[in-house]
């Protein structure tokens, strides 16, 4: 079964440093989106991402934050200038279309560390 | 803007018993969905069911099934048979039609499932 792919599994990065997550959605899927679970928390949506801009964000994703398709298949979220709270786990899901019967398929994340 | 309410952090249930998690949620919007996540310990995100607002009958996927209730704004997950597996955390969440872009999920705090044997 197709699925969504995180890379790194874990990233432990020191505070004030650039960090880049990156994903790979479902290949026919056209709606991508990143959200943050800090530890023991309820799981946080950042931002959605059609047609190579962004469709919707929240008010966690701030200028901090950016995302891009630089390819075909990858999806990314760069976060500037870390923060000791923006530990947390981040994943990336994906979705055929916007609509709200479409379920939001996970990949299993990756889990950011700053020092 | 829409919110997710579990109001059980923790629950224990002996194998093969069913279980019910409880989901309420509230929105002004007509059109909306309804799903449920698992995550295991090991962290990842798994899909499970989804019940749409224009749903007239209860979703079910295997032994999972949605026990919706719309004009309670509830939607609770009820799974049977449990298994030592179906141990952990689990998740409800919705996401609305705004008629604009994409919008993202609103999940609950979520429920900690412990089977036991």
């Known amino acids: 079964e197709p699925e969504v792919t995180q890379t790194p599994s874990h990233q432990v990065t020191q505070m004030g440093q650039e960090v880049i997550l990156r994903c790979v959605p479902i290949?026919?899927?056209?709606?991508f989106y990143w959200y943050r679970q800090i530890l023991g928390q309820k799981v946080e949506f950042l931002v959605s991402?059609?047609?190579?801009?962004?469709?919707?964000k929240s008010e966690i994703f701030d200028d901090q934050f950016s995302v891009e398709r630089p390819d075909g298949s990858n999806f990314t979220l760069k976060i500037r200038s870390t923060k000791l709270e923006d530990s947390a786990m981040y994943f990336c899901?994906?979705?055929?279309?916007?609509?709200?019967?479409?379920?939001?398929?996970f990949g299993d994340g990756t889990r950011l560390s700053i020092l | 803007a829409q919110k997710i309410t579990q109001t059980q952090p923790g629950m224990f249930v002996q194998e093969k018993e069913a279980v019910t998690l409880d989901c309420t949620y509230d929105?002004?919007?007509?059109?909306?969905?309804l799903f449920w996540y698992k995550q295991p310990s090991s962290g990842e995100m798994i899909f499970l069911i989804y019940?749409?607002?224009?749903?007239?009958q209860n979703a079910t996927e295997g032994r999972y099934s949605l026990n919706f209730q719309k004009a309670r704004k509830s939607a609770n997950l009820v799974i049977s048979a449990s298994q030592l597996g179906d141990s952990a955390m689990y998740f409800c969440?919705?996401?609305?039609?705004?008629?604009?872009?994409?919008?993202?999920?609103?999940f609950g705090k979520g429920t900690h499932l412990i089977i036991q044997p």
């Open positions: 899901a994906s979705s055929v279309t916007g609509y709200s019967n479409q379920p939001q398929h």
């Open positions: 290949s026919n899927h056209l709606y």
């Open positions: 991402f059609y047609n190579n801009e962004i469709s919707e």
């Open positions: 929105t002004s919007d007509q059109s909306y969905g």
């Open positions: 019940q749409g607002s224009y749903d007239e």
């Open positions: 969440a919705m996401r609305v039609d705004s008629g604009g872009g994409a919008d993202g999920l609103t």
